[in-house]
Nanobody, 123 residues
Framework: QAQLVESGGGSVQAGGSLRLSCRAS????????MGWFRQAPGKEREWVAT????????RYDDSVKGRFTISLDNAKTTVYLQMDRLKPDDTAIYYC????????????????WGQGTQVTVSS
């Protein structure tokens, strides 16, 4: 069965960097676009970025554009989220997800989800 496993979360000071990884297994990696979402305490889950394994096209929410970079390694069936110039507002649980139908910025488009990894940014 499909499985997504995130890693790389942690605590960092504002201005620092973290790199999240998400290893996918149990399905054909190239058949689904990959996204990162995040959820802060008391807030709804929000979309961060998406990448298409077939053409490498990437999309970002405006709040992270220019600071975060999504990438993937097809051979390793792994998607990454490089987060630079982190801000306290970036503090959240980060989830990776695999989708196939629908708008890539909406959670409803994603079928498989990881368990999440905590990112904490202190000021």
């Amino acid at each position: 069965q499909a499985q997504l496993v995130e890693s790389g979360g942690g605590s960092v000071q504002a201005g620092g960097s973290l790199r999240l990884s998400c290893r996918a297994s149990g399905y054909t990696f190239s058949h689904r676009f990959m996204g990162w979402f995040r959820q802060a305490p008391g807030k709804e889950r929000e979309w961060v970025a998406t990448i298409d394994p077939n053409d490498g096209m990437t999309r970002y929410d405006d709040s992270v554009k220019g600071r975060f970079t999504i990438s993937l390694d097809n051979a390793k069936t792994t998607v990454y989220l490089q987060m630079d110039r982190l801000k306290p507002d970036d503090t959240a649980i980060y989830y990776c997800a695999a989708g196939d139908v629908g708008l890539w910025s909406q959670p409803e488009a994603y079928t498989f989800w990881g368990q999440g990894t905590q990112v904490t940014v202190s000021s």
